[in-house]
């Protein structure tokens, strides 16, 4: 059980990261934290851009694409929706917190 669980946070971990990359500027940093309080784990993951507060709502939806998201890069809309699924993060409403 142990394994299937640690298998399953790291592919959300990687749709995270992927996500945060795919719509970054070559060269972005991306900053990531972690925190653990009691039996909750907290991700954020952070590269610099801003979701916009009218798209925040919706991003964790099964094919979902920002309008910024769908000018900058092909995709499925799935992406941040299988993260979800597989950790259900609690979405942080400061700016470009995921």
Request: proline share 4%.
């Amino acid at each position: 059980m142990c394994l299937r669980i640690t298998s399953c946070c790291g592919c959300a971990f990687a749709q995270l990261l992927d996500h945060a990359c795919k719509y970054s500027d070559a060269g972005t940093e991306i900053s990531v934290s972690i925190q653990a309080e009691d039996e909750t784990v907290t991700v954020r993951v952070w590269n610099g851009v801003s979701i916009p507060a009218t798209e925040q709502v919706r991003i964790f939806d099964r094919f979902y694409r920002g309008i910024d998201a769908r000018r900058q890069a092909a995709g499925s809309g799935l992406r941040l929706y299988v993260a979800r699924k597989i950790g259900l993060p609690q979405w942080d409403p400061r700016p470009g917190a995921v």
